[in-house]
């Protein structure tokens, strides 16, 4: 039969469900970040950062969202890739045939190669860091062993200390111009993990020119 695709956060919320559906429930701060919605469409947000204003455009990226994407790309001082740290052995949700993290790093390597953004700024962020170090520390040895066959050939190296290591590596040899500042593993559930890996991109980006 078909896969069912449950997101990480699905057992956050099931060990969670006496204290949801009881009258009056509130949703904490933890809930509200480990909230799963889909992008869809284009949505446009202002932001400030080093004494310089930025829009901010975030597109989708399911397979049906992709055609919006080069209207947007043309011109950009930058591109925020987003990715998993922890989806190197999941399908894909609209085709069970392929893997997640393939399909993230082809992707990747199309869009960052367009001509439309040879003097743009690249960064790549991969989530999912608490995921990933939970399936570590549970001696996982099946889906440790899944995720070093899923990035053999790359040069992070089959025995990384740090697993996210060999997944930032594919996105670094799908784009020669990338470095390793570049890559940031975050876990999106810390604001504080998030906000500084975008004050760093961010940093960057109001440099003078």
Known sequence: GAAVHLPESAGYFLDAASRILAPGYVPTGDDVLRMRVRTRGVALAQVSAFGRDF??????????????????????????WVGSLAEFDQPLYEDEEVNRLDESVALWRETAA????EGAALSVFLCKRDVLASKAAA???????????????SGGGDDAADPSALVAQR????????????VH???????????????????GLAKPV
């Open 55 to 80: 829009e901010v455009v975030d597109v989708g990226g399911a397979r049906t969202e992709r055609r919006k994407w080069a209207g947007r790309l043309r011109g950009a001082a930058a591109v925020f």
């Open 114 to 117: 367009m001509p439309e953004l």
């Open 139 to 153: 001696a996982d040895a099946d889906a440790l062993a899944t995720l070093r066959a899923r990035c053999a050939g």
């Open 171 to 182: 996105y670094l040899d799908a784009c020669p111009r990338l470095s390793k500042a570049d």
């Open 185 to 203: 593993a975050v876990d999106a559930t810390d604001a504080k993990d998030v906000r500084a890996a975008l004050d760093a991109a961010f940093r």
